[in-house]
C-alpha cells in the first residue's frame, strides 16, 4: 500500500486511468465483435457499414496508446480480407 501523499495520489489517478482504458478497450472490442457478426451474416453491405464505422475506433485506439499500432493494423486487414473474400 502507498505510504507517502505522492504515491497515494499516483495510485488514485492508475485507477481513474485505468477504468478509463477499460471503457475505451471496450468499445473497441465492440466495434470489432459488430462487424465480425455482420461477416458471418453473409450480407456484404452491412459488413463493409460494420467496417467502415470500425476503422476510425480502431485508429483511434491505437493513436491513444490503447492497442499497439501493429494491432490495429492486423485487425484492419483481416477484417477487410474477410470482406473482401465474401463475395
Known sequence: MANSAQAKK???QAEVSR???AGLRSKLRTHIKNT???I???N???AQAAFTAA???IDN?????IIHANKAARHKSRLNGHIKAMA
Open 36 to 38: 465480425i457478426k455482420a
Open 40 to 42: 458471418d451474416s453473409g
Open 61 to 65: 485506439m491505437a493513436g491513444k496508446g
Open 10 to 12: 499516483r495510485a488514485r
Open 55 to 57: 476503422v476510425p475506433v
Open 44 to 46: 456484404k453491405e452491412d
Open 19 to 21: 477504468q478509463h482504458n
